[in-house]
């Protein structure tokens, strides 16, 4: 007998403690529940299909290299009989044979001891040749299965990386069709999440469960097997180890899952208050609240400390107590199986083997448990992916697309409705017309809807009826990418991406030349600040530009637009947080820019507003007014009020205009 | 990280004790085991006696038992030492922020100090963790299994010179490889959220500029990278596993070989010698955990040295040692000759500001991004100290005053509009704990929040999210503002506050205000001309100089600065208008 109690068996697996599986470290989250999991997993199982091959090839590596390790401790079982049987020849008396040995054994009223002779080949001495052979023949069949092992694991870790790559090429080019309204409804740090953090709990979960559950299976089966084959008693008593540590496991999992729903409760609930209080910490010390917060932490942290010790204790509790079952059963095959020897039923080496192979066998199942539970949080990453990818994508553009030459700029909206949602409605019956070269300004109070008329020149968004059109083309009847090259966009909130600024204004077109690029930053009054930075056109941008100020990034924008020098623009003015000079080049640049284009401006700034050919005047998500600036001042209505109100210092704001709507949320 | 640790782990010296004792325990009783089954071999199976056999056995299950309850409560205090610890250190963290000036905070920056207190916090505590449950159970195994394998026999246990530096070294090559991989990797997903980020955030101009193939391009070379790095640690672990499972196996084969030679000569028991496999595989086992949770370290030291730089710092404002009282009503502001420099910065941001504001008095700051506007409004209220000159309020030194005093005295609404988690009474009484209803509608009136109060379906109690991010920016920003009024301050401070509001409510805000800050002196950082032009003065900041301090009419007529800013927002007949 070998292998003592805690030493564990020779082909199990540690989970590494790289693993994230469930309870590895006790901090895992808790496993998310899968709405529809068979449905989901088999949809996860299906991804692996272009990997068929290999996977065929997996399973029998699997498949010979459990077969090879579940021989080791037979065969070394026989090494130590061979040992044990020279020991027990050694001591026979000198000129006696076995047989006559066990005679007089038997004379002697020893029986269990003639037995356990009778039952063996003894030979005198240790017979080193055959335990040459033996011993070699088990490092032979280690070393196949360790090889085979890592073949499997070699060939599992590219299979999960490879499947992995497709599915983010899938979610990011899925990403591509889907339509505006999807990442206007969905916030960004939940795609972002979706495609980063749940994908790679997916790779998790396929590299470890994977390999782990076929490798577990076939080990519970091919141990069950030896067992059996050794001694069908001794096979009984382990068996019963099984159901006892699976109940376990099971009643300590269900009292602890309580507890990690309450340590995860607390943690978030502590997380919440630090970033809270630290988010605003100007106003809780300013407010007099600095007491209060502390006070608040600490009864949150003390919680959280009561709950995260409950649950790290009890689910601590496992290992100890499956490690008790496990000296339990030990204890039962040394002494059982040290009778039977003794009697002679079984040999001493298959004893021993018998103990490795019961250990090996109730590790499989524990495991088997755990993977379950990771299989559970990977397959609701899964569904959150599919989720993704299932949404409704754009619709397809016309087969025949009608093409424009060189775009005027003439833009017409017949009779455009439209809503976001179905029930408010929004747009109403909206006609415009705009002719080359005009100017339409659209004005109104925040939250307005201002963007919506950009959201449906752009087709971000599809109208629900009527009909914009192009130098008389239907928008529909072209393809997005050719309608949006009709147009440039000046937006506010500046996107820059991480790069250089050469290739930050080279964005407006397919392969600018170096000229081309200057030229346009020359002509939106971005040259002069950059040729002032260190590396001037070759200075780098981090994420997002956020080492240039907003004013800067937004000339870098505009430079772009004219290099793209689209026929129709679209701007919107800076509000605030512009220095003034930078703000005198936006407007000059700006202004430049709408030099023989059509313009569509989302306008600030009164004397851009007044100049306008047409001013659109939106409140509440609706146009309310429509006309030039005489015009619509003439009308008195809320154009004039909103005009009227940028003026009045507050001194002679009276009950007056509270009739204005307050139009604001 | 031993520093934080120690300091911080002190308070659970006696658990400490009792843990080191428990899992000594422990791992000697492990030892025993193997040492008892050699008995039933040698003295019970190869005689024959089935009385010692069973015997033993009982001993041995007696010992398993109390095995399973020592470890059991080495489990519960090490868990009640290790979160203990963790609580200690977050508490430690919190209390030290809170005693923070804004300048140790922006030093570090909000959001670091989130993660320190958090996720940092949790690295350690996991790592404390581990080490009380696992890693001091490796070194007492491994001791301990060497003294009962030299005493079982010490030829035998010569092969422990081959096998254990044979695992250190694969073990270290395999870990030494990995951890700069690891590291790769995070990288690389981090240039995946980047491009992800990016294109999500510019989704409109890619669309508008038809670059969405261009766009995938960059996500499939981050993608490749990722996929390529990503498998070089895979097939790295691939090789983990096998290859100790290997080194045990054979292992247990070389003890068979040599132990059956020695167990010829007579120098060895046969019992033994599974005793002694028993020992080489504990002793083993012990050296594989150490080796690979000693991966935890490095990430758990790094965060350890974050939490301490945290810890060691020490709030750059204080309560002066001998305070004075300001005068009952103060509500006069004296700003002479104050500048601000960050501490080895270049260039002041504030430079030789001198204005004063008078109770009843509104008084206004603008000036370009940059200008030192919002430094100006910290110094005020005392969130900086200046680095020369003086503030005080009505004549005496804002230093002279216990801060909360300080403090007790301003409505502040700061240029985020931040709201916390709760109802709308709970962040207007933010501002004033013992307002009645009344007074907070009076506020919601004042701020021109009252309507979309009332409209919402729980009015008052209407639930805010962490952030107020459930409420448009104008709405926030009102509420923000009715927090500040309900105070009842003698000093407003409005630190670009009206920026998301549109220009009617803007002015209807401003009317109302004036009505309510009769007394009090109000100062109002802004962007737009319209909001500030009627203020009785208006100080122009450039590049954290006065550039001029008057009234809109004066400085039209003398300071070019507030021209340049004026006529970038008005035409020239507006702005005389």
Same mark, same amino acid.
């Given at each position: ?172 080019? *899925? ?23 749940? @994908? ?6 396929? $590299? ?43 009643? @300590? ?31 809780? *010390? ?16 003390? *919680? ?9 204790? @009890? ?36 004893? $021993? ?176 600040? @950059? ?22 990034? $937004? ?111 | ?352 500001? %001198? ?198 009419? %004066? ?23």
């Amino acid at each position: 007998m070998s292998k003592n109690s805690t030493s564990q068996s020779m082909t199990e697996r540690p989970s590494s403690p790289f693993a994230r599986g469930p309870g590895s470290l006790g901090m895992t989250l808790p496993a998310e529940k899968a709405r529809d999991f068979t449905g989901s997993l088999r949809r996860l199982l299906r991804m692996l299909h272009p990997e068929r091959l290999l996977i065929g090839l997996v399973m029998f590596l699997a498949l010979a290299s459990v077969f090879f390790s579940v021989l080791g401790p037979f065969l070394l079982g026989t090494a130590t009989n061979v040992v044990f049987a020279g020991v027990v020849g050694q001591d026979l008396p000198e000129g006696t044979t076995q047989q006559q040995a066990v005679d007089e054994l038997r004379a002697q009223g020893e029986t269990t001891q003639a037995d356990m002779l009778a039952n063996m080949t003894v030979t005198d001495g240790v017979d080193f040749n055959a335990l040459a052979r033996i011993t070699a023949l088990v490092a032979v069949v280690y070393l196949i299965s360790a090889v085979f092992s890592w073949g499997q694991n070699y060939i599992m870790a590219g299979v999960t990386q490879r499947t992995m790559h497709r599915l983010r090429e899938r979610v990011d080019h *899925k990403l591509g069709r889907l339509p505006l309204k999807y990442f206007d409804s969905k916030s960004r740090g939940d795609v972002l999440s979706r495609v980063t953090n749940d @994908i790679d709990n997916i790779s998790t979960t396929m $590299q470890q469960a994977l390999t782990q559950a076929i490798t577990s299976l076939l080990t519970v089966f091919g141990v069950l097997l030896m067992m059996l084959w050794i001694s069908p008693l001794l096979a009984l008593i382990s068996l019963l180890t099984v159901p006892l540590s699976f109940l376990t496991t099971v009643l @300590i999992a269900k009292r602890s899952q309580g507890q990690f729903v309450g340590q995860w409760h607390w943690t978030g609930e502590v997380n919440g208050i630090v970033e809270e209080m630290y988010t605003g910490h100007e106003l809780v *010390k300013v407010y007099g609240h600095r007491q209060r917060a502390m006070a608040d932490f600490d009864e949150a942290n003390g *919680k959280m400390y009561e709950s995260s010790f409950r649950a790290q204790f @009890i689910s601590g509790i496992i290992q100890p107590a499956m490690m008790l079952i496990s000296n339990l059963n030990y204890v039962a095959i040394a002494v059982v199986g040290g009778v039977r020897v003794a009697t002679g039923a079984i040999s001493l080496g298959e004893v $021993q083997a018998f103990i490795q192979y019961s250990r090996q066998f109730t590790m499989p199942i524990t495991q088997l448990a755990s993977i379950t539970n990771l299989l559970q949080s990977g397959v609701a990453s899964a569904e959150r992916v599919f989720e993704l990818l299932d949404a409704a994508e754009e619709d397809p553009d016309p087969v025949r697309p009608l093409h424009i030459g060189r775009p005027t700029g003439d833009v017409e909206l017949e009779n455009v409705n439209f809503r976001y949602s179905p029930d408010v409605p929004l747009i109403e019956d909206l006609n415009l017309s705009v002719q080359p070269g005009e100017t339409v300004a659209i004005v109104g109070p925040t939250g307005a809807g201002k963007t919506t008329v950009v959201n449906l020149l752009m087709r971000f968004y599809e109208i629900d009826s009527g009909r914009i059109l192009i130098d008389g083309v239907d928008t529909h009847e072209m393809t997005r990418d050719d309608l949006r090259r009709c147009f440039g966009m000046v937006l506010q909130d500046t996107w820059l991406f991480k790069g250089t600024i050469e290739e930050n204004i080279a964005y407006g077109a397919e392969d600018p030349t170096a000229a081309q690029v200057d030229e346009a930053a020359v002509a939106a009054c971005a040259d002069h600040f @950059i040729s002032t930075l260190p590396d001037g056109y070759d200075a780098v941008l981090d994420d997002d530009g956020a080492n240039l100020s907003a004013g800067e990034r $937004q000339l870098i924008t505009i430079a772009r637009a004219f290099l793209s020098d689209p026929a129709i623009l679209i701007l919107d003015e800076a509000t605030s947080s512009v220095d003034t000079r930078t703000e005198v080049l936006i407007q000059e640049g700006m202004a430049r820019l709408r030099q023989g284009r059509t313009s569509f401006i989302i306008a600030h700034r009164l004397s851009t507003i007044r100049d306008a050919d047409t001013i659109v005047v939106m409140d509440a998500g609706q146009i309310i007014e429509q006309g030039g600036h005489e015009e619509l001042m003439a009308a008195r209505g809320f154009y004039y009020d909103l005009y009227q109100s940028q003026f009045r210092s507050s001194y002679d704001q009276t009950a007056d205009n509270s009739q204005a709507v307050d139009s604001s949320y | 990280m031993i520093q934080l640790i120690r300091d911080f782990l002190r308070p659970y010296r006696t658990s400490l004790v009792v843990i080191i004792l428990l899992v000594t325990t422990q791992s000697l009783a492990n030892l025993y085991l193997p040492f008892l089954n050699a008995d039933i071999i040698n003295d019970g199976v190869v005689t024959g006696d089935i009385g010692y056999i069973v015997e033993v056995g009982v001993l041995m299950l007696g010992i398993s038992l109390a095995l399973g309850v020592v470890a059991i409560i080495a489990v519960y205090f090490s868990a009640r030492t290790a979160m203990g610890f963790g609580r200690d250190v977050r508490r430690s963290m919190f209390h030290a922020v809170e005693s923070f000036s804004l300048q140790e905070v922006n030093k570090f920056g909000k959001p670091s100090l989130i993660t320190r207190n958090t996720n940092d916090v949790q690295q350690v505590q996991m790592l404390v963790l581990v080490a009380l449950t696992t890693l001091i159970a490796a070194p007492i195994t491994a001791i301990g299994g060497v003294i009962m394998a030299l005493r079982t026999n010490v030829q035998l246990s010569a092969l422990l010179l081959f096998i254990v530096p044979i695992m250190a070294v694969v073990i270290g090559a395999i870990v030494s490889q990995a951890v700069p991989l690891f590291r790769s990797v995070q990288t690389k997903i981090d240039g995946i959220n980047a491009v992800l980020r990016e294109n999500l955030a510019g989704i409109r101009v890619i669309r508008a500029f038809v670059r969405t193939r261009s766009e995938e391009a960059r996500f499939e070379r981050a993608n490749d990278e990722l996929t390529d790095t990503s498998l070089r640690v895979a097939r790295l672990f691939a090789l983990m596993m096998p290859a100790l499972m290997l080194i045990f196996n054979l292992s247990s084969v070389a003890v068979i070989w040599f132990g059956g030679h020695l167990v010829n000569s007579g120098d060895i028991q046969i019992g033994d010698l599974t005793a002694f496999l028993a020992y080489i595989m504990q002793i083993l086992f012990s050296v594989m955990m150490a080796v690979m949770l000693m991966t935890m370290v490095p990430r758990a030291a790094a965060s350890a040295e974050r939490i301490q730089q945290v810890l060691q710092t020490s709030p750059g404002i204080s309560d002066p040692a001998d305070p004075k009282s300001l005068p009952p009503s103060g509500a006069s502001i004296e700003v002479r000759n104050a500048s601000f420099q960050y501490p080895g910065a270049q260039d002041p941001v504030l430079c030789d500001v %001198s204005f004063e504001i008078r109770p009843g008095q509104f008084t206004a700051v603008v000036g370009g991004t940059g200008s030192g506007k919002t430094t100006l409004v910290n110094l005020i209220t005392r969130l900086y100290d200046v680095s020369s000159g003086q503030i005080a309020i009505d004549g005496v030194d804002v230093r002279a005053v216990p801060q909360e005093k300080l403090w007790s005295r301003f409505g502040l609404v700061p240029q985020q509009a931040f709201l916390f988690r709760g109802s709308i009474a709970s962040n207007v009484r933010f501002g004033a704990e013992d307002a009645s209803n009344e007074e907070v509608w009076q506020a919601l009136q004042i701020a021109q929040a009252d309507s979309f109060v009332t409209q919402l379906a729980d009015g008052l109690d209407s639930e805010i999210d962490q952030g107020g991010s459930n409420v448009s920016g104008g709405q926030r920003q009102r509420l923000a503002i009715a927090r500040a009024v309900v105070r009842q301050a003698p000093i407003y401070i409005f630190d670009d506050s009206f920026s998301a509001l549109d220009y009617t409510t803007d002015a209807r805000l401003r009317a109302a205000l004036r009505q309510h800050t009769r007394d009090s002196a109000v100062l109002v950082v802004a962007q737009r001309i319209s909001t500030i032009r009627d203020a009785d003065q208006i100080v122009v900041l450039d590049r954290g100089t006065v550039a001029g301090i008057g009234t809109h009419e %004066s400085l039209m007529a003398d300071c070019e600065t507030y021209r340049e800013i004026v006529l970038s927002q008005l035409t020239e007949t507006e702005a005389e208008a």
